[in-house]
């Protein structure tokens, strides 16, 4: 089992742009969880997808959107980039709650 | 509100001193406390979580309600522990949503 699996790994692009991330959770996992790292930041709980439906969320705007997969694969949109979006993307799977293991991340560069 | 803080942005110190890692936080449920660690260039994983009482690694944290606070503790340091640190909480009734600390980066020097 690789784990959680994050794609792409680094990704750049300009300030009003859209960018499409995905994870795979580890394997027996159903639950999906996303993650915005700033530089020098812990982890910001952006939202939670289970049974495909975006269960919690936190205090991000509504630009950031998600979707979950019937095979439990999951993608994070971020639409109208702005400087400040610029951060690593941390995906995190969990079968029971709160026992997460994480990916490697995605980092995003807007420029 | 939901808070994790860690005081003490960089620590460091010497190979076979003691160390202890600072986490208070702020809730008034009953939290689950974890402690993640990412060593360079790997990702983010768990540590230890203060249910399982486990010892990892030669780590442990007690978790003190009337303090609330997590703190981390080694009693001897060793080079390969040198690595950013994460508190985080968690609430049962959140099914999985975990606040972050802005972590602490350990330096253990030869």
């Known amino acids: 089992d690789a784990g959680v699996t994050q794609s792409p790994t680094h990704l750049i692009k300009t300030r009003g742009q859209q960018v499409t991330l995905r994870c795979s959770p580890k394997?027996?996992?159903?639950?999906v969880s996303w993650y915005q790292q700033a530089l020098g930041q812990g982890p910001q709980f952006i939202f939670q997808?289970?049974?495909?439906?975006?269960?919690q969320r936190g205090n991000f705007p509504d630009r950031f959107s998600g979707h979950q997969f019937p095979n439990y694969s999951s993608e994070l949109n971020v639409n109208a980039l702005l400087l400040g979006d610029s951060a690593l993307y941390l995906c995190?799977?969990?079968?029971?709650?709160?026992?997460?293991?994480f990916g490697p991340g995605t980092r995003l560069t807007v420029l | 509100a939901q808070r994790v803080t860690q005081p003490e942005k960089l620590l460091s110190v010497f190979k076979g001193a003691p160390v202890e890692l600072k986490c208070n936080y702020s809730y008034s449920g009953s939290p689950e406390l974890f402690w993640y660690v990412q060593y360079s260039r790997q990702r983010l994983q768990l540590l230890l979580r203060h249910i399982s009482r486990e010892s990892i690694k030669g780590f442990t944290a007690d978790l003190n309600k009337g303090e609330t606070s997590f703190h981390l503790k080694k009693p001897f340091a060793q080079e390969e522990d040198s690595a950013m640190y994460y508190c985080a909480l968690g609430r049962g009734s959140t099914l999985g949503r975990l606040y972050f600390g802005r972590g602490t980066q350990l330096t253990v020097w030869p």
């Open positions: 997808y289970y049974e495909e439906e975006e269960r």
């Open positions: 995190a799977s969990s079968s029971l709650p709160n026992e997460q293991f």
């Open positions: 394997s027996g996992h159903d639950t």
